[in-house]
């Protein structure tokens, strides 16, 4: 049999240099979502078959690594689908929901979640998208009100200020606007996951395709052009405007527009000139657990999305007896990577370490002598590295420069 030295395709590996830059946005990341209240926790990396397959996920329910069970259990399988019992997290999410269901006696009331792990989708692997990746979450559990909304965009714009990233643009949506469009056009109700799905494709095949992927489903040409009239043109405005609310009466409670100006107006409002906010009526979110106003943050220039969430009240209650609120803002750290290292956005100071070149045949005395000297550096807060000379001094030190090395000791043996 022979080894395969690369790894799986979509699961990335990361180098020592690699690795500084991504630890030292991780601490900025928590560092800053801390002074908002955030509180880390962490969840498991394998989750119940049952709750990733609830019908909760969208397409991504398509996309789980799925666990085989082990031993009798595994024999006793009658089928396929009876072959698996847990699979690897599609997001962190659903694991939150299970978390919070059976602890929640012991948490504060609301409570305000940070979470920063991996998760994997059985994806097809490209620049910035991976089959595993690192999210980094935070959430606000038990709050009906939009200050979860508004704490969550927030914390999330100036995080990524922190970061330098700036040209940011939140786009703000509901999804009982996405529905009230939907039933307005005579849509049937068992329809609106696959309707919204194709929706959120707008972006990528275009209004016309769009339509024909509508029409595709049995719905009617006149249905779907009113459908689709709502996203003609400038599809982005200041707000949910009083033109959209007319035509959307009937449909949908008022106090859900009010609700979302008010989300985006106090957003505005608390992060002048570190964002655009915008109200887009095609933004949909994949995931159909979303009850009420979605997010997503794109930058502007790029063409890319680095974060989305919203509020997903009746997850939870799927876990316990009773329903809990729920609002929540995702961070794709593999995207954030890339715009900083492309873009040169962080400049790390050089370690300033040291390191002990020892010869292999160094005396016991001076080798014990070195690693005293070292220790005493280290105990100062130093880094410091002691390392047998390699036949190649001038290619070790080119070497160790590259991850931080300024400063060589070599014995004189």
Same mark, same amino acid.
Request: proline share 2%; hydrophobic share 35%; glycine share 6%.
């Given at each position: ?16 240099? &690699? ?42 329910? &398509? ?148 339509? &024909?992927?509508?029409?595709? #489903? ?152 070195? #690693?005293?000297?070292?220790?005493? &550096? ?36």
């Amino acid at each position: 049999m022979n080894f395969i030295k690369t790894p799986v395709k979509g699961m990335p590996e990361k180098t020592p240099n &690699q690795m500084v830059l991504r630890e030292y946005i991780i601490r900025k990341i928590k560092d800053t979502y801390k002074t908002f209240g955030f509180m880390l926790i962490e969840t498991p990396l394998i989750e119940h078959i049952e709750n990733l397959t609830n019908k909760q996920g969208g397409e991504n329910e &398509q996309l789980i690594f799925k666990i085989l069970k082990r031993g009798e259990k595994l024999n006793e399988a009658t089928n396929l689908s009876d072959m698996c019992d847990c699979g690897l997290r599609y997001d962190l999410t659903v694991p939150l929901a299970r978390f919070y269901a059976n602890n929640m006696e012991n948490l504060p009331v609301p409570f305000k979640a940070l979470q920063i792990g991996e998760s994997f989708r059985a994806d097809r692997p490209q620049k910035g998208r991976y089959r595993q990746f690192t999210q980094c979450d935070i959430d606000i559990l038990a709050d009906e009100t939009n200050l979860a909304e508004i704490e969550l965009i927030s914390a999330t714009v100036n995080m990524l200020n922190v970061l330098n990233i700036k040209n940011v643009k939140v786009r703000i949506n509901d999804r009982a606007i996405l529905k009230a469009m939907a039933l307005s056009c005579n849509f049937s109700e068992d329809l609106l996951d696959t309707v919204f799905i194709i929706l959120d494709k707008l972006d990528k095949i275009g209004i016309d395709k769009v339509k &024909q992927s509508l029409l595709e #489903l049995g719905l009617k040409q006149q249905d779907v052009d009113k459908y689709c009239a709502y996203f003609d043109g400038n599809k982005e405005n200041e707000n949910c405007d009083e033109k959209l609310a007319t035509m959307l009466k009937g449909y949908i409670d008022e106090n859900v527009i009010d609700n979302l100006n008010e989300i985006i107006s106090s957003s505005k409002h608390l992060l002048q000139g570190k964002c655009n906010i915008v109200f887009d009526p095609t933004l949909v979110r994949g995931m159909s657990y979303y009850t009420g106003p979605i997010f997503e943050i794109e930058l502007e220039g790029y063409n890319l999305s680095v974060a989305g969430g919203g509020r997903y009240d009746k997850m939870i209650g799927n876990y316990c007896s009773k329903n809990v609120c729920a609002c929540g803002f995702s961070i794709g750290l593999e995207r954030i990577i890339s715009v900083i290292t492309d873009n040169n956005l962080i400049s790390l100071d050089s370690t300033n370490a040291t390191a002990y070149l020892v010869s292999k045949n160094c005396s016991k005395e001076q080798k014990l002598s070195i #690693l005293q000297k070292a220790n005493e &550096q280290r105990s100062n807060g130093q880094i410091v590295s002691v390392v047998t000379k390699s036949n190649n001094v001038k290619f070790q030190k080119e070497t160790l420069k590259k991850f931080g090395y300024t400063n060589f000791v070599e014995d004189r043996t």
